[in-house]
């Protein structure tokens, strides 16, 4: 792929210079991290390794309106939501942007989403590769790594002074157009200080899980009675699940008076206790415990025999925000203990 | 006076008595200074029992949390739950049994005597990525920790949590039997929150837009608090619907003033929703003026003595008519 | 401002204020038309997310108004009522909501006056404040003309 190089320096001028789009980076500054749009790209201050402020949210908003209504004399107006304006994602870590791959064919397989889809081709995400792993990551164990370029359209890799910069996709070559003359050709030297870069990266990664054959494990370890031991800490709370790059679970809402309103996408998520509750109280996933099981499998499991890839980047946003420490990389290890896998 | 020991010998005993179901406890964690809730049915699982600052779980949560596992009430039959609880988690029980959420007899509560638990998030930062297991004692007023081949030692104000440099009841009420321990005695003047009342009402509301313009409406602090255990919560109840599913300030605001309202004279300042929340939102500060206010107006204070009826099925003939016309 | 015509919601118990409003009215009693009544039996009907819920949905004040103290049709209503919504004034302030915004009045089956008088002053003041800034949107598209 092509690769460029970009002094570090010249980052705000690169920005600048995608033009004419709404920027969306991680800003630092308040009592936390988040992922928002830059209005002021001099002033802002960006927080680039360590957020875990949640970036699904840039293709999958926690409130999405779907069509807004009213009523007018014989009938009811109804006025589809606009289409997304141009959008350029920086500072997205290479997990993150790995859940975009798992979230594509979800929305857009079996059924074409245009809420996603157009929010999705609307998007360039230009990523920055991750320089300082914490205890929270894993994602070598789900096939990611800091430096992947899966999902990327652009990828910069800090190497000192300046950053080492692959065009992964034709949209990603479109949207530099305009920074051509900011860019410089990448040396030999340069690519051997890349490699540097990613090895040293990776090598700070120091929690794993085991995950081979784990997608025929589970469902062999389903009916185990350890499963209540292991999900009974949990609070059913929903924070694995929204701040969860590829958990995607939503709920359709109408909202206004009577005359006037919008249908509404908010967030759901597979924890909460009503989640499956039927309409006759009825309650098939009960048990906080049968909760998380089912959330390990939907991951582990479901999500490989159907679509053939695990449904996780190894963020580890789950287990590090987890107020019981509910860990997925001791839960499944635990299973696979159990089954002698 | 080793904390663990005394407790991993109390937890011996108690759970090889026929009247006591299970034990809550905490054990160690999956890495670094993860600690975790556990439950325990056999005295041969008494040594998975650790107490030290890290401790920091209100583990009362457990008894009114719907469905917890093998606490349900078919897998266990008949018998009570023991729970350890430090000073702010006993103030849960006396709450919890006065307003008869549970009964006072279905409970067994080991009190340990907490000299103070850390400030997670500090912490965190100050020893980050820990992943080997990871160790924290507290001896009078410096935290030992041990974290990844070495110890340091840091003095107790900078890491400790702030609700313990308030707290009333470092010695637990209401206990069947308790692990003795230093015993400090303070006082709690609700300075945070006097603070907050000194900014101009235009400063408070941006306060508390930035703040809660940042809540995600994960529930975390909702269902870590084991004082929330409506079976029906009036904030994601959808008939009637009183706070929408939508997710911004309006929303955010109600979901955050009633919930805070329907803990007044409840909240026992555990600080477990602050702790929590993904967000980092300064919940405390609005439970704690709550708590400040209904100290002043009604001379009431949640949870210190189990005998005392809950705040809003009383009243004083003599209550502030404050603003009233 | 001087425009501004803020909409008051208020909540009264069914034996006292609602019976003293009523009498305001065949008494003549001149008072402005700002205020919106929701009747309920007693003023400890008032569950506090009902406040904040009227203040979300438009409303730029809440009223509440029952029997006076040792008159409650319901002998303790009004005392547990008061305990409440003193305690949620002060709270809502605390939140950025001006106090005004949210009053509570004694007013008996026989004080129509004293109703148009409390009418008079919660709508000046609310008046004063401007609309209420935390509210829900209701409408997501623009009326066609």
């Not at chain 1, 998380?292 to 053939?308: A, C, D, I, Q, V």
């Not at chain 3, 949210?102 to 401007?130: C, I, N, P, Q, Y």
Request: charge should be negative; proline fraction near 5%; glycine fraction near 6%.
């Amino acid at each position: 792929m092509e690769t460029q190089l970009l002094k570090k320096e010249r980052l705000k001028d690169f920005l600048k210079a995608l033009g004419g789009v709404r920027l969306i980076a991680p800003v630092a500054g308040g009592a936390k991290t988040q992922f928002c749009e830059v209005a002021d790209i001099d002033a802002a201050e960006f927080d680039l390794d360590d957020y875990t402020a949640t970036t699904k949210k840039v293709m999958f908003p926690q409130n999405e309106t779907m069509f807004a209504f009213r009523s007018i004399d014989g009938g009811v107006a109804v006025e589809e939501t606009a289409v997304p304006a141009k959008t350029v994602v920086f500072g997205i870590r290479p997990c993150d942007a790995r859940s975009f791959v798992t979230l594509d064919p979800l929305f857009t397989k079996d059924f074409d989403d245009p809420y996603y889809r157009q929010r999705r081709e609307a998007t360039v995400l230009i990523g920055h590769a991750c320089q300082e792993p914490t205890n929270r990551c894993f994602c070598p164990s789900v096939g990611g790594s800091p430096s992947s370029t899966e999902g990327l359209d652009v990828l910069l890799t800090d190497i000192g002074e300046s950053y080492f910069v692959q065009i992964v996709t034709e949209r990603g070559k479109e949207a530099l157009g305009g920074a051509g003359s900011l860019l410089s050709p990448a040396t030999e030297a340069d690519q051997q200080q890349k490699q540097a870069a990613d090895a040293q990266s990776a090598a700070k990664i120091r929690r794993s899980v085991n995950l081979k054959k784990m997608h025929e494990i589970l469902p062999k370890a389903f009916a185990l009675p350890e499963w209540k031991e292991l999900g009974s800490k949990c609070i059913g709370c929903g924070i694995c699940t929204y701040n969860c790059p590829t958990c995607h679970c939503f709920d359709i809402q109408d909202e206004g008076t009577p005359y006037q309103g919008r249908r509404l996408r908010v967030w759901d998520a597979c924890m909460f206790p009503e989640f499956t509750v039927h309409a006759s109280g009825e309650n098939p996933r009960h048990d906080r415990s049968e909760r998380l099981r089912n959330r390990m499998m939907h991951k582990f499991s479901y999500f490989p025999r159907n679509l053939g890839f695990i449904s996780c980047v190894g963020c580890g946003r789950c287990i590090e925000l987890c107020p019981v420490n509910e860990d997925l990389i001791q839960i499944l290890t635990t299973v696979r203990d159990l089954c002698n896998e | 006076m080793d904390a663990t020991k005394s407790l991993r010998a109390i937890a011996r005993e108690v759970l090889g008595r026929d009247d006591i179901a299970c034990l809550i406890g905490y054990e160690q964690g999956s890495y670094g200074f993860r600690v975790q809730p556990c439950v325990l049915t056999d005295p041969d699982q008494a040594d998975r029992l650790i107490f030290s600052p890290l401790c920091v779980h209100n583990l009362t949560n457990y008894l009114t949390l719907e469905q917890i596992g093998p606490l349900s009430k078919t897998d266990i039959g008949t018998g009570k739950i023991a729970v350890v609880v430090k000073g702010c988690d006993s103030r849960t029980i006396a709450v919890l049994c006065a307003e008869n959420g549970i009964k006072r007899e279905d409970v067994y509560v080991i009190g340990v005597h907490s000299p103070g638990v850390v400030d997670l998030k500090k912490l965190e930062k100050r020893f980050p990525n820990a992943v080997a297991p990871a160790e924290v004692s507290l001896e009078g007023d410096t935290f030992t920790i041990t974290c990844e081949g070495s110890t340091t030692t840091v003095p107790r104000s900078e890491l400790v949590n702030a609700k313990c440099l308030r707290c009333k009841t470092n010695v637990p009420v209401g206990c069947d039997v308790m692990v003795e321990g230093p015993v400090h005695s303070m006082s709690d003047e609700f300075a945070d929150v006097a603070e907050l009342e000194g900014r101009s009402l235009a400063e408070r509301s941006g306060f508390w837009h930035e703040h809660l313009s940042r809540c995600i409406r994960c529930y975390a602090c909702r269902n870590t608090c084991p004082l929330c255990y409506c079976s029906e919560c009036i904030l994601d109840k959808l008939r009637p619907q009183f706070v929408r599913r939508s997710v911004d300030y309006p929303e955010n605001f109600l979901f955050h003033a009633a919930r805070a309202f329907h803990l007044a004279g409840r909240c026992v300042e555990c600080g477990e929703c602050e702790r929590v929340c993904p967000q980092d939102i300064p919940l405390m500060a609005l439970n704690r003026k709550l708590a400040k206010d209904v100290k002043e107006l009604f001379d009431f204070e949640a949870g210190i003595d189990p005998a005392q009826k809950a705040l809003f099925v009383s009243f004083r003939p003599e209550d502030p008519d404050e603003g009233i016309l | 401002m001087s425009s501004f015509e803020p909409k008051i919601v208020a909540f009264l118990c069914n034996w006292c204020t609602y019976a003293g409003a009523d009498l305001a009215g065949t008494s003549r009693y001149q008072y402005p038309p700002n205020v919106r009544v929701i009747r309920v039996m007693c003023s400890s009907r008032i569950n506090p997310a009902f406040i904040i819920n009227a203040l979300l949905e438009g409303a730029d004040g809440v009223l509440v108004s029952g029997c006076h103290p040792g008159e409650c049709h319901y002998t303790s209503g009004n005392y547990m009522a008061r305990r409440r919504l003193v305690l949620l004034r002060r709270m809502i302030e605390y939140m950025g909501i001006h106090p005004d915004r949210f009053r509570m009045s004694w007013v008996s089956a026989s004080e129509g006056a004293k109703w148009a008088d409390v009418v008079k002053e919660v709508t000046e003041a609310v008046k004063v404040l401007g609309p209420n800034e935390i509210k829900r949107e209701q409408a997501w598209m623009q009326p066609s003309l």
